[in-house]
């Protein structure tokens, strides 16, 4: 199966302040549609912050893996 590439839209939805919940979507083309192969919604997932500043570090001592 051949790669492609992907655009993204993600979306936090609020409410008095404070996220309720993430959307992400992909897609390719202008429009967000539901055809594209491969694409549609997408999991996101939520990091502690523990876990975020050690991704972090990680990225920071190799920007190849950005």
Known sequence: E???VLKFDVRNYTYDGAV???A???YQ??????????GGFAPVYSLSREDR??????LEAHPGLA
Do not use: D, M, S
């Open 24 to 26: 992400a979507r992909l």
């Open 2 to 4: 051949t790669p492609q």
């Open 20 to 22: 309720q919940w993430v």
């Open 53 to 58: 500043e050690a991704v972090t570090r990680r």
């Open 29 to 38: 083309g202008q429009t967000t549609n539901f055809r594209t192969p491969g």
